[in-house]
């Protein structure tokens, strides 16, 4: 039997591969890697500069002193509604890629970019109004988009046995975009030159990012929007249960890349450059790992690393929350960027364990091989843009809760405190549903096929 081969065939609108199978090893190792690895790099490319502008707004505030009138609470608020429009803009852009193409929909939501990023430009001085700088940052949200339509698309290039390590290299080299943004801002503030300029630099690199995805990526016919998976994937619980712990690792994550500076300055009376010098090197280092936990989750399974990942995130919190109360720069700042590499960690380990937990509920539903295989592409590609924006979201609710924290008793101490309970439960979640064995043989609470589930769903 031949192995399929890629056929990249001109079609109206781009580059289109007629035939895709990259679970069949022959056509894997002889087509497939190499055209799935290119998609990966220009994919990571536009994602990055995604992120970018989505955070943006999490340095611009650095550059806004008294003269612009604005108190923390209004600080924090502008970019919670930058959190909350990348949140929901993420469902759409989840659909788009099979709308469009995946090499389409880059193009597109690359040029995107140019909308907040002159717009910003345009209005950045004092006198101008808060609701004016709010808009701004709201549409600096279309960058949280390019993370679902990039995942989505990169999902649908790479076998099951690959995703959790090119997942998680697609979304780390995206996530690195806030980091890079922030270290930009660092040598514009340094330079003490004004806020244009880091908008001026971006201008270019998003034109870049949308001609080079242009050229170099393709667009996989095969890629449909299923509407009927969609909606199974909406009334299945674990797709909700994989949101909420997202909420916990990403939501993390975009929530304390946007807060990290603003909690400096507000919180220990940091200068603008004195917040920049250590706000990028916790998203850094949170980027740069999520590789690492989607590879541990490809090792041990996704389930037990995203289990005792939570447990270091408590632990961490409960530090911080101790240095803030003690009023300790140092071991505030030391235990914020451990909770930031456990974030990416998580990050990781919980999007690795998508894919996983419908492969093992079609075994558990007695499916077998491709009829499997295809079971667990249609439902872990239906869910994901559900679960990258309800965990999106999550940093919405973390901005808030600084927010109303520093308005209730003047430091973060409150919001930590509540996290800290947060990830409490999301440990007893990931026991409870993904990792505790079920019960003894012969139980009448335990169906065969219950029992079946579960102990799969231990290797996730």
Known sequence: MTAPS???????????IE????????????????????????????????????????????FMGPEYGLTPADKFFIISMATLVGAIVRVPYTFAVARFGGRNWTIVSASMLLLPTIAAFIVMEPGTSFGTFLVCAMLAGVGGGNFASSMTNINSFFPLRKKGWALGLNAGGGNIGVPVVQLVGLAVIGASAGPRVLLGIYIPLIVIAAVLGAMYMDNITSVKNDTGAAKEAVKDPHT???????????????GYSFAFGLVLQTQ??????????????????????RPVGGWLADKYGGAKITLWNFVGMGAATAVIVVASMEESLALFTAAFIVLFVLTGVGNGSTYKMIPGIFQAKAAAMGLTGEEAASYGRRLSGASMGLIGAVGALGGLGINLAFRQSFLSVGSGTGAFVAFLAFYAVCFAVTWAVYLR??????????????????????EV
């Open 6 to 16: 890629s056929s990249i065939a001109p079609r109206k609108g781009g580059r289109w």
């Open 19 to 62: 035939q895709w199978d990259p679970e069949d090893e022959t056509f894997w190792n002889e087509t497939g890697e190499k055209v799935a690895r290119r998609n990966l790099f220009f994919s990571v490319l536009s994602e990055h500069i995604g992120f970018s502008i989505w955070t943006l707004w999490s340095v611009m505030v650095l």
């Open 240 to 254: 909700w249960i994989m949101s909420f712990l997202y909420i916990g690792t990403f939501g993390s994550f975009i």
């Open 268 to 289: 220990f009376g940091r200068t603008p450059l004195e917040s920049a010098y250590v706000t990028f090197i916790g998203p850094l280092l949170g980027s740069l790992i």
């Open 437 to 458: 064995r079920p019960a003894a043989a012969g139980s009448p609470a335990t169906t065969a096929s219950e029992a079946k589930s579960q102990l799969s769903y231990a």
